[in-house]
């Protein structure tokens, strides 16, 4: 419907829209006297900054679908047999490509260390302990939560553990943990 106030030959007013997003503003003082901007606090706001990555697997996906499926995948070389708990696609020892192999669920502390402190996302689990499993017929080591244990002399060397997956899959390396076997 048109406006009977203006003529139909006027343009219609130029205005951008109003966000409702963002800061909101009630009120910012403001000095009539220009020269005393100098002296003004900073202004200082909060906001969330949220940031979304989209980022590829590539030749670990294997890795992390195995993970959500309740396997724990590594690789093994085609031509020398060294196996790999933390997949490689190429051997470090002759350079050949590996192929992907199922790691047993069981396997044994080889070392391990009790973190007091950590990244943003386990601060509030610490203490955590870390350790490097090993299993028989595998080649190198890998490294995961052990779950269960409140002290670190609750633990030791040799220790059988066994592999434990999330049940929601976060597709993080932290999908699978360990606990003692029983
Ligand atoms: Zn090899």
Redesign the pocket.
């Known amino acids: 419907m048109k406006k009977k106030h203006r003529p139909d030959t006027a343009p219609p007013p130029v205005k951008v829209d109003e966000l409702m997003t963002g800061t909101t503003v009630f009120n910012i003082p403001f000095p009539q006297d220009l020269k005393t901007l100098k002296k003004m606090s900073p202004i200082v706001i909060k906001h969330p900054y949220h940031v979304e990555y989209v980022h590829s697997y590539g030749q670990d996906s294997p890795f992390f679908a195995g993970l959500s499926n309740g396997k724990l995948l590594g690789t093994k070389?085609r031509?020398?047999?060294?196996t790999y708990a933390t997949p490689r696609l190429s051997?470090a020892?002759?350079?050949?490509e590996t192929d992907w192999v199922e790691i047993p669920g069981e396997g044994r502390v080889h070392t391990f260390t009790t973190c007091f402190f950590g990244s943003e996302e386990f601060l509030k689990e610490t203490p955590f302990h870390l350790i490097l499993v090993e299993f028989d017929g595998v080649d190198t080591l890998l490294l995961a939560r052990l779950i269960g244990p409140e002290r670190p002399e609750e633990i030791r060397i040799g220790m059988k553990v066994t592999a434990k997956f999330r049940r929601n899959s976060q597709l993080k390396p932290t999908d699978v943990y360990f606990v003692a076997t029983e």
């Open positions: 070389c031509k020398c047999d060294y051997c020892t002759c350079g050949r």
